[in-house]
């Protein structure tokens, strides 16, 4: 089990940029897959973005692809994702998420631990 902590959430014009940083606890945070997911008001929570193991496999939402990029330093036990180009509609609590094992990298269900989430708001 890790401890997760997300930060780096806020307020941010339409095509600003953001960082989030989720920082882990716990041993072994290179045996974890790590994703980023969010959820807006009256909505699910949705894939954003994973990264692998040693970081050398990434995936994306359609809908940040381009956009959002996710890495990871294992000798910090923090992954990161930096977001350029933030549209309102990117607004939502991000969360930050392990899995210790996944197929997908896209499956909420997959993943173990959770952050507690950081609010990002684009406004218009």
């Known amino acids: 089990q890790v401890q997760l902590v997300e930060s780096g959430g806020g307020l941010v014009q339409a095509g600003g940029s953001l960082r989030l940083s989720c920082a882990a606890s716990?041993?072994?945070?290179?045996?974890?897959?790590m994703g980023w997911f969010r959820q807006a008001p009256g909505k699910e929570r949705e894939f954003v973005s994973a990264?692998?193991?040693?970081?050398?496999?990434?995936a994306y939402a359609d809908s940040v692809k381009g956009r959002f990029t996710i890495s990871r330093d294992n000798a910090k036990n923090t992954v990161y994702l930096q977001m350029n180009n933030l549209k309102p509609e990117d607004t939502a609590v991000y969360y930050c998420?392990?899995?210790?094992?996944?197929?997908?990298?896209?499956?909420?269900?997959?993943?173990?631990?959770w952050g507690q989430g950081t609010q990002v708001t684009v406004s218009s």
């Open positions: 998420a392990a899995a210790k094992s996944t197929i997908t990298l896209r499956a909420p269900g997959e993943y173990d631990d």
């Open positions: 716990g041993r072994s945070f290179s045996s974890y897959a």
């Open positions: 990264i692998s193991r040693s970081g050398v496999i990434t």
